[in-house]
C-alpha cells in the first residue's frame, strides 16, 4: 500500500541522517548557542516549502518551542512581501535574499540556507554575500547538496530526491536545535 511506502521512505532517511549527520547537528547547535549568546542573529531562508520551514522556524526561536523563556533572535527572510517583490522588481528574483543579507548581516550571524536542490539561485547568491560579511552559513539541503553546499560551514544533506522528504527531515532537524537550544540556555540563565 502506499501509505505504508511512504513511511518506509520516511523512516529509512531519518534512519540515514541519525546515523550519518549527528556531529553535524551537533555542530549547529553549538555555532547556534554561541551566536544567541553573542546577541547575534540567525536568519532563515528557502523557497517554497522551505520558505513555510523558515518561518516555522523562526517563529519557534522568537517565541517559543516548548518552554517559557526569553526570545532568542531569529528573522525569516521570506516573511516582508513589500521588500521581496520591490527587491525582486527593481534587482530580480535571484536577489531578494542577498540585498536582504547585504542590509542585515553583522560579522558571526548566522544563516541557515534551506534548499531541498541545493541549488537555488536566490539562496546561493545570499549565501555567498553572508560568508564575504562575515556570518557563518549552515545548510539544510536535499539531494547531493547542490552548490549551496560548497560554502556552508556546517551542513544537512537529506539523502534523497522527494522533495517532500527532505522537507521533513529538515523540519525535524530545526526542531531537535530548537528544543536542544532552548533547554540548554534556559539552564543557563
Known amino acids: ?28 547547535i553549538k555555532v547556534c548557542q554561541e551566536a544567541l549568546i553573542g546577541n547575534k542573529t540567525i536568519y532563515f531562508m528557502g523557497n517554497g516549502g522551505s520558505a513555510a520551514d523558515s518561518q516555522h522556524l ?47 548581516i553583522k560579522k558571526n550571524d548566522i544563516i541557515f540556507s534551506l534548499s531541498t ?3 537555488s539561485n536566490n539562496v546561493l547568491n545570499a549565501v555567498v554575500t553572508g560568508k564575504e560579511l562575515g556570518a557563518k552559513v549552515i545548510g539544510l539541503l536535499g539531494k547531493d547538496g547542490g552548490t549551496i553546499k560548497n560554502y556552508c560551514d556546517v551542513s544537512v544533506i537529506v539523502p534523497s530526491e522527494d522533495t517532500a522528504r527532505i522537507q521533513e527531515v529538515h523540519i525535524l532537524i530545526g526542531h531537535i536545535i530548537c528544543e536542544i537550544i532552548e533547554e540548554e540556555l534556559k539552564n543557563a540563565e
Open 1 to 28: 500500500m502506499k501509505i505504508n511506502q511512504m513511511f518506509d521512505e520516511h523512516i529509512l532517511i531519518i534512519e540515514k541522517i541519525k546515523e550519518t549527520y549527528r556531529k553535524e547537528i551537533v555542530e549547529i
Open 117 to 119: 536542490s541545493g541549488n
Open 58 to 104: 523562526a517563529a519557534e526561536f522568537v517565541g517559543r518551542f516548548k518552554q517559557e523563556r526569553k526570545g532568542m533572535s531569529a528573522i525569516a527572510l521570506t516573511t516582508d512581501t513589500s521588500v521581496i517583490t520591490a527587491i525582486g522588481n527593481d534587482y530580480g528574483f535571484d536577489n531578494i535574499f542577498k540585498r536582504q543579507i547585504e542590509a542585515l
